[in-house]
């Protein structure tokens, strides 16, 4: 008979063993006869060890589900960052563009006030609006002036105060001055 396990020439590829073999739980044949331990702390300690795995896995998944949260809360804060900076933005691209719009009416104002001030745009609207006319040779009246001096020269003597310190101040009392 031919041996089907094994290839030919060994130009096939072998056969993969598992990574793994799965751990089969050997139970002991439950037998009749009660055993009695002395040791109660052995007792114990065979069955906290299954909880104490227990433990450590929960810690485990506790650990990791931790993790999982704070990396979310991180990325979140940082995503709630960047919104707030992208509505800053766009608040300082509105106010920039506000900005310009009232510099170009600012600008236009200008030139209106400028080309209105010339003299001949003022007299035109005197003219027009306050009825206003040229003065001519009727309207105006001569007053004579007497040649007199009247300024009075200043009778009181004017006194400066220095800024003084207290010290000054005091020898100067004592001084008499």
């Known amino acids: 008979m031919a041996n089907y396990n094994r290839y030919q ?5 072998r056969k993969l063993q598992p990574e793994y073999e799965p751990i089969r739980k050997r139970y002991p044949k ?3 006869a009660r055993k009695v331990d002395t040791n109660k702390k052995s007792k114990k300690n065979v069955k906290s060890k299954p909880k104490t ?3 450590k896995q929960i810690k485990l998944h506790a650990k990791i589900v931790l993790y999982v949260v704070s990396v979310f809360a991180v990325l979140f804060v940082i995503s709630y960052r960047n919104s707030l900076i992208s509505e800053n933005f766009s608040k300082i691209k509105n106010l920039k563009s506000d900005l310009a719009v009232l510099q170009k009416e ?3 104002l200008e030139i209106n006030i400028e080309n209105s001030m010339n003299l ?7 003219k027009e609006m306050l009825g206003m006319q ?3 040779s009727a309207q105006s009246v001569y007053i004579n002036l007497p040649k007199e001096d009247y300024v009075e020269p200043a009778t009181e003597e004017i006194k400066q105060e220095e800024n003084l310190t207290w010290f000054e101040r005091i020898l100067n009392m004592i001084m008499g001055k």
């Not at 020439?9 to 590829?13: D, G, K, N, Q, R």
């Open 53 to 55: 795995k227990q433990k």
């Open 134 to 136: 040229k003065l001519n």
């Open 9 to 13: 020439y060994e130009t096939s590829p």
């Open 120 to 126: 001949q745009s003022v007299e035109q609207s005197a």
């Open 30 to 32: 439950k037998s009749t």
């Open 106 to 108: 600012n600008d236009q």
